[in-house]
């Protein structure tokens, strides 16, 4: 008998094959010159496709193994196309590998807005305009100095009984103010022990006796010893200096003058901020309407200094708004200048500076009315923003009742103040 011939077992696929009519179309297959959605011509790319024999990012090329590194390419650097620690999607790779370089680009990205780099100054005109062309708030802040009737003022002083009384002049330069500019800001520095707030507690007295509510703001002492602890008080100087620049004796003193003075206490040690004096010292002006301030002393507000020249420029601005006079008395450094530097200077409306000037010559004590190698206390009027100022140095004196300070009678003659206009 022949051989039996071995039967072969066929694959699925050969029996599906030879199970299927001529011209029938097995599932999933195409149809000729058809083309399912999404599949790609002959000779056409898809998008994000890799031509053939171009190499992806981060892959590696033939012949290499896990862990080897490219061609050219050093211990530590990245492959091209791979992520950095710490980036982000469409971030671009930080040359060398550096991760800190790759965050510093990711933060600029964030500050720029919509995911590009900028300058974080102008990501306010990136923003689309939302305000409301019929909102009476965009007119607000806008002046037209075309519809005011009163354009042109003349400069007006409030007069303190001293030395700051002359500093500043008329408007044709001719006269003395006969006080403080009014409605200004004024800061007034000066070493201790110089008079300044002895000065200021006369003028206070003075501004209240005249009818006008003030306002001493505390900020380097306590003001009133309850205790009794036979320490003579800010509260009690305050007393005899005004008492002695008015004439007053206590009873009238306290009718006359006392009932119009307000004491506000702004002291670091209790913890009181910038922003807490700023509270107390808005609700004191505007419910009781004191327009005549004194800051005994603007720098303690700050016991850092770091900020003293800002915060004088936010209550200059407020003051300007209710029309408040308000004298700032501040300190020096060693180098004799305010401190808070030029910015303090260039943000007050007006300043005076008192100075320790030394007779360094006959011929200038002759002069000042001194011994050769004395020193003595002048005044400056350093700025005026609304007036003409004294442009020679003033030597201090003290007047004998109150202490405050006044011109000295050795003032020369070539540098003689000016009188108010009568």
């Not at 206590?250 to 700023?278: G, P």
């Not at 300190?331 to 007006?350: N, S």
């Not at 005026?384 to 009742?401: A, D, I, K, M, W």
Request: hydrophobic share 35%; net charge negative.
């Amino acid at each position: 008998m022949p051989p039996k011939k071995k039967k072969t077992s066929k694959s699925a696929d050969a029996e599906g094959a030879e199970q299927q009519q001529p011209g029938m179309m097995q599932p999933g297959m195409m149809q000729p010159n058809m083309m399912q959605p999404n599949m790609m011509q002959p000779g056409m790319q898809q998008p994000g496709m890799m031509q053939p024999g171009m190499q992806q990012p981060g892959m590696m090329q033939p012949g290499m193994q896990p862990g080897m590194m490219q061609p050219g390419m050093q211990p530590g650097m990245m492959q091209p196309g791979m992520m950095q620690p710490g980036m982000m999607p469409g971030m671009m790779p930080a040359a060398g590998g550096n991760p800190m370089f790759a965050m510093m680009q990711m933060m600029q990205m964030m500050m720029g807005g919509g995911g590009m780099p900028g300058d974080p100054a102008a990501a306010p005109f990136a923003r689309p305009h939302t305000v409301d062309d019929d909102d009476a708030g965009l007119d607000a802040e806008i002046i037209r100095p075309a519809t005011f009737d009163d354009l042109i003022k003349a400069q007006e002083g409030v007069p303190l009984g001293s030395v700051f009384d002359l500093l500043c002049l008329t408007d044709d330069g001719q006269n003395a103010l006969g006080g403080v500019p009014q409605g200004c800001t004024i800061a007034i520095a000066g070493p201790p022990g110089a008079g300044k707030t002895r000065t200021a507690l006369a003028g206070l007295a003075r501004v209240a006796l005249s009818g006008e509510k003030v306002l001493f703001v505390v900020a380097e002492e306590g003001f009133h010893d309850e205790e009794g602890s036979g320490r003579d008080d800010l509260c009690s100087r305050m007393v005899k200096i005004g008492m002695a620049a008015t004439g007053l004796d206590e009873k009238a003193f306290r009718e006359k003058v006392l009932d119009k003075i307000y004491v506000l206490e702004s002291q670091y040690h209790k913890n009181h901020t910038w922003d807490d004096f700023i509270t107390k010292y808005r609700y004191l002006t505007e419910r009781e309407e004191i327009r005549f301030v004194i800051i005994d002393s603007l720098n303690m507000l700050d016991p850092t200094k770091n900020r003293t020249a800002d915060h004088l420029s936010a209550l200059k601005t407020y003051n300007h708004e209710i029309g408040v006079t308000c004298i700032c008395i501040g300190q020096i450094r060693d180098t004799g200048q305010p401190a808070g530097g030029e910015a303090l200077q260039h943000t007050a409306d007006v300043v005076f500076l008192i100075e320790e000037m030394s007779l360094g010559s006959k011929e200038i004590a002759a002069q000042w009315g001194g011994k050769y190698r004395d020193k003595i206390h002048v005044i400056r009027a350093v700025k005026s923003v609304t007036t003409p100022t004294f442009q020679h140095p003033v030597r201090l004196g003290r007047e004998e009742t109150t202490g405050a300070l006044v011109v000295h009678e050795s003032q020369p003659e070539e540098f003689a103040v000016l009188p108010p206009k009568g």
